[in-house]
């Protein structure tokens, strides 16, 4: 079993900035497809950004292209999502989520839930006007 160990949430005016971490065990950030979703009270959970851990490619959904920047830290078995020019449309439950097996991110299907098999607890952001 993969535990994923999501932080960093907080609440914080428009216009401000937070850095959620996701960390993870060793074994598990090599070559894998890690990815950011997030979820508003009556809405269902959309992707956010997702990045292959064995190289450079990342991808972002529209709405944050940007403002958040996705990445990882492999020594440190840690993912990142830096949050800047926050708005109160961001607030959400964040989470991040892990591939099952190696390989690249799909670029077809990096925002589907299903294409990720571990996922963390979550970390709520809120973002005020």
């Known amino acids: 079993q993969v535990q994923l160990t999501d932080s960093g949430g907080g609440s914080v005016q428009a216009g401000g900035s937070l850095r959620l971490s996701c960390v993870g065990p060793?074994?598990?950030?090599?070559?894998?497809?890690m990815g950011w979703f997030r979820q508003a009270p009556g809405k269902e959970r959309e992707g956010v950004a997702a990045i292959y851990t064995g190289g450079t490619s990342t991808y972002y959904a529209d709405s944050v292209k940007g403002r958040f920047t996705i990445s990882r830290d492999n020594s440190q078995n840690t993912l990142y999502l830096h949050m800047n020019t926050l708005k109160p449309e961001d607030t959400a439950m964040y989470y991040c989520?892990?591939?099952?097996?190696?390989?690249?991110?799909?670029?077809?299907?990096?925002?589907?839930?299903?294409?990720?098999?571990?996922w963390g607890q979550g970390t709520q952001v809120t973002v005020s006007s």
């Open positions: 989520a892990r591939t099952l097996t190696r390989g690249t991110c799909p670029s077809d299907s990096w925002e589907t839930e299903s294409t990720y098999y571990y």
């Open positions: 060793g074994y598990g950030f090599t070559r894998k497809c």
